[in-house]
């Protein structure tokens, strides 16, 4: 098969562009701020940070976006995002890059469901990104089947080792499920330009493993399922529900987030 060009730059079998890391992030359409529509690229940058923060045990901070520029396929948008990271350790602060994806979608008995990616997060550099992510081949089928149905009191109390109820103690020292949950909000509200006003009512973390000597252990799993009850809290108040399956592929950047929202 003939190789296929956009700009002259060959295209892969993903329908990607095989560019470099820099050329990637800053080929074409870039974005500065401000902006009034930059929430959305604020919580990709947040997330691309907590995929590394967590799978290298750091606490960067996300500090501001300097510019980003997408990447657009017949079933994917790419964020190629630059920011400014700041290492509390020792105040800090440095150019960080992530390749944040919407990478499909999917509906599911009464489930819609975005399947979001990281595929790129480190400190900017000019390495090349992996955009496969191998769900399949490199997970346990628990997390690569159907999202589950929302989880009952009963299932609850019957199996009070697979689960583990977040504690309020957990939300602040774990902010990232605060990001979790804006995240499930946008892509409800789509249209939103400001972080809303939101609280958490209930996060229940679920996995096939059993945890080894504390149940909080579920927070730091690699593969995790979380339920998570909150309320918009502005005008016209709502409660809502929704399904958040984490996985990771075992590629060094890589994490995926499908998210299902309950009615």
């Not at 892969?12 to 359409?29: A, P």
């Not at 499909?104 to 496969?132: F, I, M």
């Not at 995240?183 to 249209?191: A, C, G, S, T, Y």
């Not at 493993?209 to 995790?224: C, P, Q, S």
Request: aromatic content about 14%; glycine content about 4%; charged content about 25%.
């Amino acid at each position: 098969m003939e190789e296929e060009e956009v700009d002259g730059i060959p295209v892969n079998e993903f329908g990607r562009l095989e560019i470099d890391f820099d050329y990637g992030f800053d080929f074409t359409g870039i974005v500065t701020p401000p902006v009034s529509t930059d929430y959305d690229v604020t919580l990709y940058a947040k997330l691309g940070l907590y995929c590394y923060n967590f799978q290298k045990g750091t606490n960067l901070k996300f500090v501001r976006w300097e510019k980003y520029n997408t990447s657009t396929g017949t079933a994917y948008i790419d964020n190629y995002i630059t920011l400014e990271a700041m290492d509390p350790s020792c105040n800090s602060v440095f150019s960080f890059q992530t390749v944040f994806s919407a990478a499909g979608c999917y509906n599911q008995d009464t489930y819609h469901v975005q399947d979001w990616r990281v595929l790129a997060c480190r400190p900017t550099c000019g390495k090349s990104v992996n955009e496969y992510f191998d769900r399949h081949e490199a997970m346990d089928p628990f997390y690569t089947g159907k999202i589950p149905k929302w989880l009952s009191d009963d299932a609850l109390a019957f199996d009070n080792k697979k689960y583990y109820v977040v504690q309020e103690s957990d939300l602040h020292e774990n902010d990232w499920l605060l990001v979790f949950m804006e995240m499930v909000f946008l892509q409800e509200n789509p249209e939103l330009k400001v972080s809303p006003p939101l609280e958490i009512n209930k996060v229940v973390v679920e996995t096939k493993e059993d945890y080894i000597t504390e149940a909080r252990e579920k927070l730091h799993a690699e593969n995790a399922i979380f339920y998570i009850s909150y309320k918009y809290t502005g005008v016209s108040s709502s409660d809502h529900k929704a399904i958040i399956r984490k996985t990771m592929d075992g590629v060094p950047e890589h994490m995926s987030l499908e998210i299902a929202l309950v009615k």
